[in-house]
Structures are given as C-alpha cells and as structure tokens.
C-alpha cells in the first residue's frame, strides 16, 4: 500500500449526506491538484436513520487501488449519536483522526491516541438557515479545520456548485460557521 494514499471514511444516518459530503470534497481536492480521488459510495439496505458510510481516499498521484478501505487514516462522524451504535474507529490508524459534529466538547469524549477535532455542526447548519438535521455541509467545514487538506474557500465553491438550486449560500455558511467553530484536539 503507498503511503500517500489519505484514506478517508465518512459514517452518517441515512438522509444526512454523508455521500454527497464525501463526493464535495472530493470535486474540491481534485480541483486543488490531488490526481488521485477515489470516492466509493457505500450502498445496500440503507434506510433512512440507519447507520451508513462511504470512503475516499486522495492522493497527489494517481490511485489505482479501488479497494474498500480497511485502515483510514481518519474518520468523518456526522452524528455523534451513532458512537453508540457503531466502532466508528475500527481500523483506524494508530495516531488517526476523528472529526466529529457534536454538541459536547473534546474532554467529552476519549479516542486514546486519535486526534479529536468537533463542533456542534447541528446547531450552526440551523444558524446558517438550513432545516434541523441537514449537516453535511457543516461537517465539511470541520473537515477543512481540522485537516487542512482542501482550502475552505475551493470547498465553499465545491458545495455552491452542488446545491445551486439548493439553498448554496446557506450551504456555504453552515461550513464556514462550522469551520469558525471548530475547537481541533491533540491525541
């Protein structure tokens, strides 16, 4: 396995757009100069509220290896209420990441060695004007805070060109919002 190689898994409800979040950062990553973005939607029995998740993984080659991932690097927790129901850091990394959307702060939770970065997503995706419940595009505005890998300003674009007739500004702004309130931890 080449090692730069980011492997990225996203776990979410059905309904939250953990997919489409995947696939904004990845037009976004492309975009900044990664040759290598391979996004794998996870589908199945997937039902509305039911734990689901997808991968990506960038690289600035090309990537060949289409393989589901088995050890990401970091983790994208769009509902913190599924830490109940799911490992969500099964496999992870040893010193690997977790972004989380919760209302609690990173003393709240322990991911041993992982780094924790959060923000209560939930609460500014309704400050920024969208329904209770949508955070996919908050959730990359944590991403982008806490990783650095994409700019927020080429993921603002990304998620205005993949909600144009869906409320874009107030997409964008729940991001932004996010990335603001972003408080990124140490392991």
Avoid: C
Wanted: proline share 4%.
């Amino acid at each position: 396995m080449r090692q730069d190689i980011i492997e990225i898994r996203w776990h979410g409800r059905g309904g939250q757009g953990a997919i489409t979040a995947a696939k904004i950062v990845a037009n976004a990553a492309f975009r900044s100069g990664y040759k290598g973005v391979v996004m794998a939607p996870t589908f199945g029995t997937e039902r509305r509220g039911a734990p689901v998740f997808t991968s990506l993984k960038i690289s600035r080659e090309k990537i060949y290896d289409l393989s589901p991932i088995a050890t990401p690097d970091m983790v994208v927790v769009l509902d913190h209420t599924l830490l109940d129901e799911v490992d969500v850091t099964a496999g992870l990394k040893e010193n690997g990441e977790v972004i989380l959307n919760t209302p609690e702060g990173l003393h709240d939770h322990d991911f041993g060695t992982h780094k924790l970065s959060v923000a209560d997503v939930t609460t500014t995706a309704v400050e920024a004007g969208l329904a209770p419940g949508i955070v996919n595009t908050g959730i990359i505005g944590v991403f982008a805070k806490a990783t650095g890998l994409v700019s927020m300003d080429l993921l603002d674009e990304a998620i205005k060109a993949e909600f144009s007739s869906m409320k874009p500004d107030e997409n964008a702004r729940a991001a932004a919002l996010s990335y603001d309130q972003t408080v990124v931890g140490g392991a």
